[in-house]
């Protein structure tokens, strides 16, 4: 079935590199004018989708990540203003090194989990009062290694360049979508945590086959996160009016896939779930945006059970690391 599935997925994916959805509709493949409107929410779907296929041994062609990469790269922002380093170590680090620091932590927590148990048992022969068990994922229990300390501390520069919904040079066309308020070749935050997370999934796939492409990638997801910083908010979807909660979604997918604790000096995970523990209705769902998103076939919002998904999903910290 994956097989299958990451088969129609790269037979769909478009020339110039990502996906789209069918149709009349922005990102759509029928649309005329002067397109074309390739999608980077569509398309995030399309990387994680393949990044699963991936982990499970389901091989997928580097030449797919590499048309990714480079449609995101071209995409984003140009320029921005300069924000305050932080860390994101998915972009300042080889993901080849993190996945080792990962196994070594694994292995110290499985041997100090051993060592507590061994404790226990001599205890309870002897008839002594056993040691409380600590669980082996406490920082106190395993010394976790600093993997910027070879950098000493020194970070380069991050600038705030983000992404729109469509490329940066697309434009509407009124005859296909008459009532449309939104613009979406605006730069927006659910559409930078897009940027963010296919370019993660592209390091890990390209990662020793295009030194250069790589390190463009690192500066991308770097920047990416710049911007999300520069533009911080949990109560809203910055320079948008819609796709709230679908944002803070990808706020998690990004900050876990980019093992990043803060972002800027924000803790994005208590900030975000602070925010929608207060937002969540009576009933237990979380209600749909204030304000329709106007289609060319009418209105069409997010609506409560679309938002409980995304509220549900951001809380449980749903994502799979890489």
Same mark, same amino acid.
């Given at each position: 079935?994956?097989?299958?599935?990451?088969?129609?997925?790269?037979?769909?994916?478009?020339?110039?590199?990502?996906?789209?959805?069918?149709?009349?509709?922005?990102?759509?493949?029928?649309?005329?004018?002067?397109?074309?409107?390739?999608?980077?929410?569509?398309?995030?779907?399309?990387?994680?989708?393949?990044?699963?296929?991936?982990?499970?041994?389901?091989?997928?062609?580097?030449?797919?990540?590499?048309?990714?990469?480079?449609?995101?790269?071209?995409?984003?922002?140009?320029?921005?203003?300069?924000?305050?380093?932080?860390?994101?170590?998915?972009?300042?680090?080889? *993901?080849?090194?993190?996945? %080792?620091?990962? =196994?070594?932590? /694994?292995?110290? @927590?499985?041997?100090?989990?051993?060592?507590? &148990?061994?404790?226990?048992?001599?205890?309870?022969?002897?008839?002594?009062?056993?040691?409380?068990?600590?669980?082996?994922?406490?920082?106190?229990?395993?010394? *976790?290694?600093?993997?910027? %300390?070879?950098? =000493?501390?020194? /970070?380069?520069? @991050?600038?705030?360049?983000?992404?729109?919904? &469509?490329?940066?040079?697309?434009?509407?066309?009124?005859?296909?979508?008459?009532?449309?308020?939104?613009?979406?070749?605006?730069?927006?935050?659910?559409?930078?945590?897009?940027?963010?997370?296919?370019?993660?999934?592209?390091?890990?796939?390209?990662?020793?086959?295009?030194?250069?492409?790589?390190?463009?990638?690192?500066?991308?997801?770097?920047?990416?996160?710049?911007?999300?910083?520069?533009?911080?908010?949990?109560?809203?979807?910055?320079?948008?009016?819609?796709?709230?909660?679908?944002?803070?979604?990808?706020?998690?997918?990004?900050?876990?896939?980019?093992?990043?604790?803060?972002?800027?000096?924000?803790?994005?995970?208590?900030?975000?779930?602070?925010?929608?523990?207060?937002?969540?209705?009576?009933?237990?769902?979380?209600?749909?945006?204030?304000?329709?998103?106007?289609?060319?076939?009418?209105?069409?919002?997010?609506?409560?059970?679309?938002?409980?998904?995304?509220?549900?999903?951001?809380?449980?910290?749903?994502?799979?690391?890489?």
């Amino acid at each position: 079935l994956l097989q299958r599935a990451v088969k129609w997925l790269i037979q769909q994916q478009t020339k110039e590199g990502v996906w789209r959805y069918p149709g009349n509709q922005p990102g759509g493949n029928n649309v005329a004018g002067s397109g074309p409107y390739e999608d980077a929410s569509n398309s995030q779907y399309a990387m994680l989708a393949l990044y699963s296929a991936k982990r499970v041994g389901v091989p997928v062609p580097s030449s797919i990540f590499a048309g990714v990469a480079n449609w995101f790269l071209k995409n984003q922002e140009a320029d921005g203003p300069e924000v305050k380093p932080f860390k994101v170590p998915a972009a300042d680090l080889s *993901i080849n090194k993190l996945k %080792k620091m990962e =196994k070594d932590i /694994l292995r110290r @927590m499985e041997d100090a989990w051993k060592e507590q &148990v061994k404790g226990w048992r001599n205890a309870k022969r002897k008839g002594e009062e056993p040691p409380k068990l600590e669980s082996p994922r406490k920082t106190t229990v395993v010394d *976790i290694p600093n993997p910027y %300390k070879r950098m =000493k501390g020194e /970070l380069g520069k @991050m600038k705030a360049r983000g992404w729109s919904y &469509v490329n940066r040079e697309g434009k509407l066309v009124p005859a296909q979508a008459p009532n449309m308020k939104q613009d979406w070749t605006k730069v927006t935050g659910s559409m930078t945590t897009s940027g963010i997370i296919s370019l993660v999934i592209c390091k890990e796939a390209l990662e020793g086959k295009s030194g250069s492409l790589t390190k463009a990638i690192s500066r991308g997801i770097r920047d990416g996160m710049a911007w999300l910083a520069h533009n911080w908010t949990v109560t809203k979807n910055p320079n948008a009016q819609c796709w709230h909660l679908y944002y803070l979604y990808g706020i998690e997918r990004a900050a876990v896939l980019a093992l990043a604790e803060t972002i800027g000096e924000h803790k994005w995970y208590k900030e975000g779930a602070d925010y929608l523990i207060g937002a969540q209705q009576s009933d237990g769902s979380w209600q749909g945006e204030s304000e329709n998103v106007q289609w060319a076939r009418g209105e069409l919002g997010l609506g409560p059970v679309e938002n409980t998904c995304f509220a549900i999903l951001f809380l449980l910290r749903a994502t799979m690391p890489i």
